[in-house]
């Protein structure tokens, strides 16, 4: 729900809102590479490219196999 939550926010424009939820998210499941990726992009959009970069590269981490990393 979590997840579902900040991409709600996101799609409305809420970044902070947005930002708070995936953070939310990634404490209870801090392993999801797709929360992780979802932070990353959330994070572009609140002009955090150093955060961006870091959660990008995080996500790739836990799943480096990943076709979208390709």
């Given at each position: ?12 424009g ?19 590479a ?37």
């Open positions: 729900p979590r997840l579902q939550r900040a991409l709600v926010l996101e799609r409305g809420n970044i902070p809102g947005a930002s708070a939820a995936i953070a939310q998210a990634i404490a209870r499941e801090p392993r999801n797709q929360l992780w990726l979802t932070a990353s992009r959330i994070a572009a959009e609140a002009n955090q490219p150093d955060k961006a970069l870091s959660d990008y590269n995080h996500a790739k981490s836990l799943d480096p196999t990943s076709t979208i990393f390709q």
